[in-house]
């Protein structure tokens, strides 16, 4: 069956509606399929590789819309909670440091596209003083200083002396004294009795700010959270550090919708921001609900999930063609250089959305000599994805240099 006959073929080139790969803005076809998630009190950005520039140029689109157009106001980022609390003053105007805390992000957020996109938040709270959009971050594996130093400022003076001092003895034990990668690495080093020890140390932590009625308690608890996150986190294995993380970014969120009553762009990865109940990744091997289905069931369908797929181009070397297992070797048969579908919008009798699908997963253990080996699968691109964005071709983000001081 060549491509003009196949079905398939033919219901993706009908519902497909091109985009633009070189505007700054989105064009007319873009903006009509985000009135379908417009309404949502979250929505999920995740693409099948972080290091797509041309995933980058769309999601800023995407962002930039959303709060301008649809009254967003948040930004959650899967990156450590601690540091984007410092991203969130910067874009705020608070601090004007925003490339060198981008400088400690991790890789594929450290990027001259983050910074622009940054940027553009810092602009538009400049002109929106009491309509700002703030940055959350949802991880808590590198949970720096600033959590520790921020509980010991809020609860000063607050406190029994007696728990007072206990407090600030444990503040002082498990704060970070080195890099926070070789802090994590030492724990890891620990046997798992003094893991535990530490472990409850840092509940007890918890257990002693979250039961006082003290001003700002709500953001003094997250980062005793946080803190408790990082050493839980870093005491599981790989398998069960996934299983927990996906928990916790989803808790972290509902958290902030609740406290701060903004609707929220989750930017994140494909794999969790897809609602995906029984998500399988095969490097790592892993099966597990994800955030993006934690969200579905808390939100319902308050909760809409954009995915981002490609066919082929360039990272760190050259991505192959997928193999005919992989569903965008059906996507890349659609003669558009980028093109966006709402799944909903394909005839019942085309099963292309339905049936069981299988997409890339191109993360940091990705080898394109494997590429068949790196995966997502667990369910169809109807339940993983509201809208669905395809670019044929990607070229890597470009990574910050002491050059981006500039302001873009």
């Not at 839980?232 to 919708?257: E, F, P, T, V």
Request: hydrophobic content about 40%; some cysteine; proline content about 5%.
């Amino acid at each position: 069956m060549t491509g003009l006959e196949d079905p398939d073929v033919l219901e993706l080139r009908r519902i497909a509606l091109p985009v633009s790969v070189a505007l700054d803005y989105p064009n007319r076809e873009l903006r009509s399929v985000l009135q379908k998630v417009g309404s949502a009190r979250v929505v999920g950005l995740g693409g099948t590789t972080r290091k797509a520039r041309e995933f980058a140029r769309q999601q800023t689109r995407i962002v930039t819309h959303l709060v301008s157009f649809h009254g967003f106001r948040g930004i959650a980022l899967e990156e450590d909670w601690t540091l984007c609390v410092e991203l969130d003053a910067s874009v705020r105007g608070r601090q004007d440091n925003l490339h060198r805390l981008l400088a400690q992000a991790r890789p594929f957020w450290s990027t001259v596209e983050t910074m622009r996109l940054l940027n553009w938040v810092r602009l538009w709270n400049a002109s929106h003083t009491n309509d700002e959009v703030r940055i959350l971050g949802l991880n808590a594996d590198a949970t720096r200083s600033s959590a520790y130093d921020a509980i010991a400022h809020g609860c000063a003076g607050k406190l029994p002396d007696a728990e007072a001092a206990e407090l600030a003895g444990l503040l002082n034990r498990l704060a970070p004294t080195a890099d926070i990668q070789e802090h994590a690495r030492r724990f890891r080093a620990l046997g798992s009795t003094e893991q535990q020890a530490v472990l409850e140390e840092a509940r007890r932590i918890h257990s002693l700010v979250s039961r006082q009625p003290l001003s700002n308690s709500g953001l003094l608890e997250r980062h005793a959270l946080a803190i408790v996150d990082f050493y839980r986190y870093h005491s599981n294995s790989r398998g069960d550090i996934l299983r927990y993380a996906a928990a916790r970014m989803a808790d972290h969120l509902l958290w902030w919708l609740e406290a701060h009553d903004a609707k929220v762009i989750y930017l994140g990865g494909a794999a969790h921001t897809a609602v995906a109940s029984t998500l399988t990744l095969s490097n790592p091997e892993i099966t597990q609900p994800n955030t993006g289905s934690l969200l579905r069931k808390h939100l319902s369908e308050g909760y809409q999930s954009i995915g981002f797929t490609f066919s082929t181009g360039r990272i760190h070397s050259e991505i192959p063609v997928p193999d005919a297992a992989f569903t965008e070797s059906v996507l890349g048969r659609v003669e558009t250089p980028a093109f966006i579908i709402d799944p909903t919008q394909a005839r019942g009798d085309c099963g292309f959305f339905t049936s069981p699908a299988k997409i890339r997963s191109v993360g940091p253990l990705y080898e394109p000599t494997r590429d068949p080996e790196f995966s997502m699968t667990g369910g169809s691109l109807r339940d993983w994805f509201d809208i669905l964005m395809h670019t044929q071709t990607i070229s890597p983000t470009q990574a910050l240099s002491p050059d981006d001081l500039r302001t873009w």
